[in-house]
């Protein structure tokens, strides 16, 4: 064998061994990224744990009483993390010793404590304010109603039940809410004796998302 042939031979092997190298750099580099990516996903499910466990928790709603916005058996997402109540809220809420339920109920919050609520049953419009003082005639002429989109269905085709064991206007005591179902004639709410005005502490928290179908609150 002469020079060049050696020279040829030790050349190839050279390059051989650098492929090999490639190769393996290659698949290292491979097995990184996978391994990177199980670890986000791992963190990621870890932290959506955590968070489940201590800042947020599943509920059911339980009857038709926030249909259309939410039906009987879905699933749902809440939270009581940093949480103050507002008007329009979705909240659930766990009453013990009530008369209704001591399951835990889901409501729309109408009004907060300090706050007047007055009810046009016959126009299904909802007035909540300040200023207690007011007159039927001055709340009527000065207040805005609440945009309540989710009963427009159930304006249109029925007159809202009269049925309250309160007068209005009715100021709400403070630390309580008055709450009310979206299906103003299939729900027993702050309407009710039976319920009253929730006490703030027995909200368990505020809707966040439904799980399915998926949405936003």
């Known amino acids: 064998m002469n020079n060049n042939e050696e020279f040829e031979d030790i050349a190839e092997e050279e390059i051989e061994e650098e492929q090999k190298k490639e190769n393996k750099k290659e698949k290292r580099t491979v097995s990184r990224e996978i391994f990177d990516w199980v670890e986000v996903i791992v963190l990621s499910l870890s932290f959506v744990l955590i968070m489940f466990s201590y800042f947020a928790r599943q ?78 005639e001055q709340v009527v002429n000065t207040v805005k109603p609440l945009d309540e989109p989710y009963i427009e269905a159930m304006r249109e085709n029925a007159k809202m ?12 005591e403070e630390g309580k809410l008055f709450c009310m179902g979206d299906n103003r004639n299939g729900s027993t709410d702050s309407r009710s004796l039976l319920l009253k005005t929730v006490d703030e502490r ?8 439904r799980i399915h179908p998926f949405t936003w609150f």
């Open 161 to 172: 039940d009269y049925s309250s064991d309160l007068e209005y206007p009715y100021t709400v």
């Open 202 to 209: 027995y909200i368990l928290g505020k809707v966040i998302f």
């Open 59 to 136: 509920a059911m709603v339980d009857g038709n009483s926030m249909k259309e916005t939410f039906h009987d058996g879905e699933r749902i997402i809440i939270s009581d993390l940093f949480y103050e109540p507002k008007q329009g809220d979705v909240i659930v809420f766990q009453v013990p010793n009530s008369l209704l339920t001591t399951e835990p109920i889901i409501k729309r919050v109408i009004a907060v404590g300090g706050q007047t609520v007055y009810i046009d049953f016959d126009k299904w419009l909802v007035y909540v304010y300040d200023d207690s003082s007011l007159t039927v």
